[in-house]
């Protein structure tokens, strides 16, 4: 039974998931806030020559820029009769947070609301980056040259990298990843290393 | 643990863009993603021979409902993040290679059962199906990781394993 409490924490994982992600959903913009908060910040100190607003409605983030389209051409806003603005469902991000939640809700570990916090912390921190690689690759394929000329944009392969680690991998990982370095020193965590050390002593 | 962190992210980040390359993809992953779709049509199809298979798309000649099988649903990202953390964990090459296989088909069966599962929820509600297609789905797959992680780790630690397990004082 060397690793029950593990199995229990996978099992209770599951069953926490539909009432964390129906938290979630209830929540819509409220627990996303500071990231899309920061990631509008962070677009418009970064290319600010670029994006003129940055704002949400309900779980959006539209990106409203300085160019407009004439006749299929990307020109400044002021030379067309509007301004390129695309939309971002911040969901897309957002998501690794019921799960971040049921990981660490099914754990023994004491301080939940303190590690919550920390870890929802980090998230928004991954969010706010992740939604600011989504508008990168956006800009990219809608406004291009003008975007990808200024000196502090990346060149489009990193900006490529960057948005599919931002949608594949990081809203599904990040979760585990925060929740393993807040398991340290919890007896899951001590149960797991002997585990380890036994095998390392039984050979 | 420290050091499985690095290996690990260092394997993640390698892995993760060797994979984006365009002739990996042209190569491996696209005809990889084809045959996904090709098995899930086979399997459906004693039940319901209403679904084509055609490239990566699977479609029902019925209601003319179609799902594309793209990259992020191919569980390739998954075998990565399952590999990244094999590879990182001390163990012989024998034990890596046997994780990494039984870990692969572990993961492609619970993601056939996604593809399936998503062109059924496609054509009942398609609401139900972003749902699960977006949010719900990637985090079943990532579970299904940690599980094949776990089972790794026990079954190194197993009494007959001749596992060479060294890890960090804190781990």
């Known amino acids: 039974m060397r ?36 990631a509008g910040l962070l677009l418009e100190f970064w290319v600010p020559s670029v994006v003129a607003e940055v704002f949400t409605e309900g779980v959006e983030l539209y990106v409203v820029t300085h160019f407009g389209d004439a006749n299929g051409t990307v020109v400044p806003a002021t030379q067309a009769d509007h301004e390129i603005a695309f939309k971002i469902n911040t969901r897309l991000v957002s998501y690794g947070v019921p799960f971040y939640a049921a990981l660490l809700w099914s754990s023994r570990v004491d301080s939940l609301i303190g590690r919550f916090s920390v870890g929802l912390f980090g998230l928004w921190t991954m969010m706010a980056l992740g939604l600011v690689a989504i508008a990168a690759k956006d800009l ?19 900006i490529g990298l960057a948005y599919q680690t931002s949608v594949l991998l990081i809203p599904s990982l990040a979760p585990v990843m925060i929740w393993l370095f807040q398991l340290r020193d919890t007896p899951l965590w001590r149960q797991l290393a002997d585990q380890l050390e036994s095998s390392r002593s039984s050979e | 643990m420290s050091k499985f962190l690095i290996i690990f992210l260092v394997a993640l980040s390698v892995l993760f863009t060797v994979e984006l390359l365009i002739p990996v993809q042209h190569h491996v992953i696209q005809p990889f993603t084809t045959s996904l779709a090709t098995v899930s049509a086979a399997i459906i199809t004693p039940f319901d021979d209403n679904v084509i298979s055609s490239g990566r798309v699977l479609r029902d000649a019925l209601s003319g409902f179609a799902v594309s099988i793209e990259s992020g649903c191919n569980g390739v990202e998954a075998t990565i993040v399952l590999i990244a953390g094999v590879l990182a964990f001390p163990a012989s090459l024998r034990q890596k290679l046997t994780a990494t ?15 399936i599962s998503l062109f059924y929820l496609g054509q009942w509600n398609y609401t139900i199906f972003e749902w699960f297609h977006l949010y719900l789905w990637p985090i079943l797959i990532m579970v299904d990781v940690l599980i094949v992680f776990a089972l790794y780790l026990r079954w190194l ?13 804190h781990a």
């Open chain 1, 140 to 158: 990219m394929l809608v406004v291009g040259a003008p975007f990808l000329s200024l000196g502090s944009v990346p060149p489009m392969p990193i």
């Open chain 2, 101 to 115: 296989l039984l870990g692969f088909v572990a993961i492609q069966a619970l993601n056939i059962v996604r593809i």
């Open chain 2, 157 to 169: 630690s197993g009494p007959n394993n001749d596992s060479q397990l060294t890890v960090d004082s």
């Open chain 1, 3 to 38: 690793d029950v409490a593990f199995r229990q924490q996978l099992l209770m994982t599951v069953v926490l998931l539909p009432l964390t992600f129906l938290l979630w959903y209830a929540s819509g913009p409220a627990l996303t806030y500071p990231a899309t908060l920061a």
